[in-house]
């Protein structure tokens, strides 16, 4: 049995992010996939590896400039972490250009989507781009030239900036050898050039090509030797310390513009730079040659997500598909208090519409028999008709509290202005607790009933957010289920007021109960196997981090425990290790959605025991955030769940990938006539009925 956390059962965090982008860029690879889409998979890698650097990296980098000794649980000191990082990033990074350089680029122009080099343009193309740039480009330039009164420019975090080098003497005889140019964000970074100058259906046009074909006129009377396209990334870890502050929105109003200038943790640069610009720019960033990346193409792929949205071509983009409504509320006009007293409604996101959440909240701002609206909120976008009608309940007289997270990573900002307008009209806003994320989803609305106060709840695996309810796979729950709606109260309540916390009868939450309640039912099930019982667990989550729960999971196997994971993201536990994780299967879903949902699925001697929750089984869900685990208590929506969230997913032979137990994965290959995709399966059988959106 396990005795201890032995750091040779355990994978590293970080390399686990790395693998995961790999699994993305073999979606962008698969030329199975339509073309416009895999360009799509090709810019979410550049994201999440932006986000990695900007992230994870600088805690790595932080820890081996305080010369931190901590291992990690997989035994590695930083520095090792960080080798191993710089290895495959580096390797990652030359094969999504070469992806895009020598497939992407070239079937893309066979459609008629063509990226116009400069070293390609015609008169025609020339001469519309000189008159772009003077007309829209050169107008918002501010070219810096470097000397003793000009001093290297502060560069902002992942901004488009350009290296130039120079030759003669400026207006005023200076002789100074080289220039920065930085790109406004105001600028498109691909322009659309009309067809009948382009010469193809859909031509672009990097606005990269634009300045450095007529840098020169930013330099008038000297000589251009060179211009090079860079990119900085930073750290964008804030730093509020929660216990000291007195406001912790101003606090973070005074942090956040401080993010775009943190410390410099990777420098990209065309790879055409010269020696000379590469030295400059790593000294002035206090860098390495272990943290340059030296691309064959733009400087930042993401910005070219936008081309799919500017392209009509439905041929080379996932069919369009209308989210459904479930059965009890396809009736239009619906009475959502009067369906969910009938009974518990489950909505499967992106399958099912996001649109009775909105209606939710706008019918009970506009009941007058509503008095009270309760809801979290971590991510919900700029625009969003949940917050509009949240602050239309309060300007009505409603009790409207709102517990906002201000710290959801890069949604900050959004947050902050959200709970601005709700002040102003009255609702009740709250950041949560000190120290502790609110990433709970949950909403409560009550409302007075033949002279009683009833409530209605609903509880989430994902935000609160229309957009990546489009994008994202989430289960929703509708309930009046009184000792449900007085355990979400409860939480509420803790969230708002003081004291201590009292038991739930049904919800299991961070920090208090929900790691010890996953722990134990991993352990009953391992008890039950022990006596000669089937014993079956079953979890699908984003990232599998913490030891102690992953100590568990190895018990339950070494137990005879059947223990299937469907892992998005990271995993750091080791499956199929002989007399350690013989019984453990871990997968991982890449596709069309992005898998958000979290389903834990103990098959306690028949009881079959479902939960869905916002918490993956890591340290900072179970310890440092306010997350609630709810159960499925009707058995219809508990065989849905079931049959939409598990099984499809654990027969999946297309876009599943099985982990093997040193950290790698390969992907599942079906045989003919047996493929099975689980996203495709669940359009066909939910999404293909158009909805009334």
């Given at each position: 049995m396990v005795k201890k956390y032995n750091p040779q059962h355990f994978l590293n965090r970080e390399l686990g992010h790395l693998e995961f982008n790999r699994r993305v860029l073999a979606q962008a690879a698969d030329r199975k996939l339509p073309l416009l889409e895999r360009l799509k998979y090709l810019c979410i890698v550049s994201s999440n590896l932006d986000e990695f650097f900007e992230i994870r990296v600088a805690g790595v980098k932080e820890k081996i400039q305080h010369n931190a000794a901590i291992l990690d649980a997989d035994g590695m000191t930083a520095k090792q972490?960080?080798?191993?990082?710089?290895?495959?990033?580096?390797?990652?990074?030359?094969?999504?250009?070469?992806?895009?350089?020598?497939?992407?680029?070239?079937?893309?122009?066979?459609?008629?989507?063509?990226?116009?080099?400069?070293?390609?343009?015609?008169?025609?193309?020339?001469?519309?781009?000189k008159d772009f740039f003077f007309r829209e480009v050169m107008p918002v330039l501010t070219p810096i030239g470097l000397d003793p009164s000009h001093p290297f420019p502060r560069v902002l975090n992942k901004s488009l900036n350009f290296a130039v080098e120079l030759q003669g003497k400026d207006a005023?005889?200076?002789?100074?050898?080289?220039?920065?140019?930085?790109?406004?964000?105001?600028?498109?970074?691909?322009?659309?050039?009309?067809?009948?100058?382009?010469?193809?259906?859909?031509?672009?046009?990097?606005?990269?090509?634009?300045?450095h074909a007529h840098v020169g006129e930013l330099f008038a009377g000297m000589e251009v030797l060179g211009c090079y396209q860079f990119r900085v990334t930073r750290n964008s870890n804030l730093f509020v310390d929660e216990e000291e502050v007195k406001n912790l929105r101003l606090s973070l109003q005074g942090e956040l513009p401080q993010r775009n200038f943190g410390n410099a943790v990777r420098l990209e640069v065309a790879d055409n730079c010269s020696p000379q610009i590469e030295a400059l720019l790593l000294k002035e960033f206090n860098l390495d040659e272990r943290d340059l990346y030296r691309v064959h193409g733009p400087v930042n792929l993401v910005r070219l997500m936008q081309i799919?949205?500017?392209?009509?071509?439905p041929a080379l983009k996932f069919p369009e598909f209308a989210p459904i409504l479930p059965p009890a509320l396809q009736k239009k006009g619906a009475d959502m208090f009067k369906a969910i007293r009938k009974g518990d409604i489950l909505l499967h996101h992106p399958f099912h519409s996001f649109k009775p959440v909105i209606d939710f909240i706008q019918q009970a701002s506009r009941d007058p028999n509503v008095v009270a609206i309760k809801q979290t909120v971590y991510r919900t976008g700029v625009d969003s008709a949940l917050m509009e009608a949240l602050m239309a309940a309060a300007q009505r007289g409603k009790?409207?509290?709102?517990?906002?997270?201000?710290?959801?990573?890069?949604?900050e900002e959004a947050n902050i202005g959200w709970a601005t307008r709700l002040e102003e009209v009255g609702a009740h806003v709250v950041y949560g607790v000190v120290?502790?994320?609110?990433?709970?989803?949950?909403?409560?609305?009550?409302?007075?009933?033949?002279?009683?106060?009833?409530?209605?709840?609903?509880?989430?695996?994902?935000?609160?957010?229309?957009?990546?309810?489009?994008?994202y796979t989430d289960f929703g729950l509708f309930t009046a289920h009184e000792s449900i709606c007085a355990d979400v109260n409860e939480v509420f309540s803790q969230l708002t007021s003081l004291g201590k916390a009292r038991p739930l009868h049904h919800l299991w939450q961070s920090p208090f109960t929900l790691h010890q309640q996953i722990v134990r039912a991993i352990r009953h099930e391992a008890e039950l196997a022990k006596n000669g019982q089937p014993a079956?667990?079953?979890?699908?989550?984003?990232?599998?981090?913490?030891?102690?729960?992953?100590?568990?999971?190895?018990?339950?196997?070494?137990?005879?425990?059947?223990?299937?994971?469907?892992?998005?993201?990271?995993?750091?536990?080791?499956?199929?290790?002989?007399?350690?994780?013989?019984?453990?299967?871990?997968?991982?879903?890449?596709?069309?959605?992005?898998?958000?949902?979290?389903?834990?699925?103990?098959?306690?001697?028949?009881?079959?025991?479902?939960?869905?929750?916002?918490?993956?089984?890591?340290?900072?869900?179970f310890f440092r955030r306010i997350e609630v685990c709810f159960p499925i208590i009707d058995s219809k929506l508990k065989k849905r769940v079931m049959d939409e969230g598990l099984k499809v997913y654990l027969n999946d032979n297309t876009q599943a990938w099985e982990m093997d137990s040193d950290g790698s994965y390969k992907r599942r290959s079906p045989r003919r006539g047996s493929y099975r995709c689980a996203q495709d399966n669940l359009l066909t059988a939910l999404a293909n009925t158009p909805a009334n959106l």
């Open positions: 972490t960080f080798a191993q990082i710089e290895q495959r990033c580096h390797a990652l990074i030359d094969a999504q250009y070469d992806l895009f350089n020598d497939e992407i680029v070239p079937a893309l122009a066979e459609q008629g989507v063509r990226f116009l080099r400069r070293t390609h343009w015609n008169d025609a193309q020339q001469a519309w781009v005023f005889g200076r002789n100074s050898a080289r220039a920065i140019v930085q790109a406004p964000r105001v600028l498109p970074r691909t322009i659309a050039m009309p067809p009948e100058v382009s010469g193809c259906p859909h031509g672009f046009v990097f606005l990269s090509s634009i300045l799919p949205n500017l392209v009509d071509k009790e409207v509290t709102v517990v906002v997270e201000l710290l959801a990573r890069f949604d120290g502790h994320k609110t990433h709970a989803k949950m909403i409560m609305v009550v409302r007075r009933e033949e002279g009683k106060l009833h409530r209605y709840v609903h509880l989430g695996t994902g935000n609160y957010h229309p957009r990546t309810a489009r994008l079956h667990i079953i979890a699908k989550m984003n990232a599998l981090l913490e030891a102690e729960t992953i100590n568990a999971l190895y018990e339950a196997s070494q137990a005879g425990v059947k223990i299937d994971l469907i892992v998005r993201g990271v995993c750091a536990l080791r499956p199929g290790v002989p007399g350690l994780s013989e019984n453990i299967r871990v997968l991982s879903i890449v596709g069309r959605f992005l898998e958000h949902t979290r389903i834990f699925y103990f098959r306690n001697a028949l009881k079959h025991d479902i939960y869905l929750s916002s918490a993956d089984w890591m340290d900072r869900n």
